[in-house]
């Protein structure tokens, strides 16, 4: 085996139209074109997309677009790619299929699922799972993949295995994922598991090799606004040793996030707090994010928190998002005295004595809502009165008969 390197990125999110903004599509575009000026300064042997290279299974044409341009680029420089699809671009359904097939089929990438047996050069051996949504799901579709089209590493090259989503380990994966996959639907043998859908740039050992998780290329959530956002670098130069890994940095929006928690605060005070932590967020073109969190005290509702004032004293950014997350607190009712549970039944007699007499004129109206109102009671009670709740409907029914 000859030593050679690859790019590894994922996540790209092309077509995302955060907050509505064209602009933030524009975003994705952009770093992504700028991800492919990098790999093309890098020269590698190939590049491997692990998931979610489009936001949408449905792209528009702009953002086809985009990636077709971007495709050829490469191509032109002699740098394959090679793909996955992610939770984002699988299949809506098994009839229309990913949108990366069209683009396989137009030669701009090779979608690795479609490759029975893997892809194998004179240096390394690829294999690519297909997406799933659930671990139920990809323990149908990836068992059933590995089975009908079981991998084979190969000994002496470098094997890399490519897949889009977060195992069902701790280790692996933040705590605030969804595992998609199990550990054991990564099959041993590989050197690099080349994995996407984690948008924070990890790597470990794994296995027989090492996993890897290169991030996005641009921010799609708040949370992940302080993330390194790029793509990974590796070089192999023997199988003897480790890959080397690097990551390859590329410029995104800039987002800014200030929390503000209301917990043992007066409203007041900690209105005044969130004022000045969004007079901070004003800055020039960014996307700026203001987090109310903590619990209200009791008796003030979270609506009538002005978040359209908070918003308002922000002008520079790009856009102002203003996250409520504040709890109300709970109301402590004081249990109904005797005389007040008197008036309440005497309350809800005559609303069931009005109902039923809409359709039951007389006595049968009376019968029926004394009935509901002794069900009502037995049930209150909690414990097992199916047969006195059948006594009582057995009386509404004799009397009527009675009655003729």
């Not at 996540?11 to 599509?25: F, K």
């Not at 996005?216 to 990974?232: H, I, Q, R, V, W």
């Amino acid at each position: 085996m000859k030593p050679f390197s690859f790019v590894h990125l994922a996540d790209v999110h092309l077509g995302c139209l955060q907050y509505n903004l064209t602009e933030r599509a524009e975003d994705f575009a952009r770093a992504f074109t700028e991800a492919v000026d990098k790999i093309l300064e890098l020269k590698p042997a190939f590049a491997v997309v692990a998931g979610d290279l489009f936001h949408s299974p449905r792209p528009s044409n702009r953002t086809l677009a985009t990636a077709i341009r971007e495709f050829r680029r490469l191509r032109e420089a002699g740098i394959p790619i090679y793909a996955v699809d992610g939770s984002h671009d699988m299949e809506p359904n098994v009839m229309v299929g990913t949108i990366l097939n069209p683009l396989h089929n137009a030669g701009l990438l090779i979608y690795l699922p479609r490759v029975r047996g893997g892809l194998e050069t004179e240096n390394y051996y690829l294999y690519g799972i297909r997406s799933s949504r659930s671990l139920l799901e990809a323990d149908s579709k990836v068992l059933r993949q590995l089975k009908e089209d079981p991998p084979s590493p190969k000994p002496q090259k470098f094997n890399i295995l490519c897949f889009h989503g977060a195992l069902d380990h701790p280790k692996y994966t933040p705590p605030a994922f969804k595992p998609d996959l199990r550990v054991e639907h990564l099959p041993e043998g590989f050197q690099y598991y080349a994995g996407g859908h984690i948008h924070q740039p990890f790597k470990a050992k794994f296995k027989t090799g090492l996993i890897a998780y290169p991030g996005s290329l641009e921010t799609t959530a708040y949370d992940e606004a302080e993330n390194p956002k790029g793509f990974y670098h590796v070089r192999v130069e023997s199988l003897e040793e480790p890959p080397e890994v690097e990551h390859i940095p590329v410029s995104s929006r800039r987002f800014l996030v200030a929390e503000v928690d209301f917990t043992g605060k007066r409203v007041e005070e900690a209105l005044a707090e969130a004022e000045e932590a969004a007079a901070r967020l004003d800055v020039e073109e960014a996307v700026s994010v203001l987090v109310l969190k903590g619990s209200l005290p009791e008796g003030f509702k979270r609506s009538q928190v002005d978040v359209h004032k908070l918003r308002s004293r922000v002008r520079k950014p790009l856009y102002m998002v203003v996250v409520n997350q504040l709890v109300e607190a709970e109301v402590r009712l004081e249990p109904l005295r005797l005389k007040e549970t008197r008036e309440l039944k005497a309350l809800a007699y005559q609303h069931l004595l009005k109902a039923f007499q809409a359709r039951y004129p007389g006595s049968k109206g009376e019968r029926r809502a004394r009935a509901a109102l002794q069900i009502l009671e037995l049930l209150r009670g909690g414990e097992e009165v199916e047969e006195k709740v059948e006594e009582v409907l057995r009386g509404v029914v004799e009397a009527d008969r009675s009655e003729g």
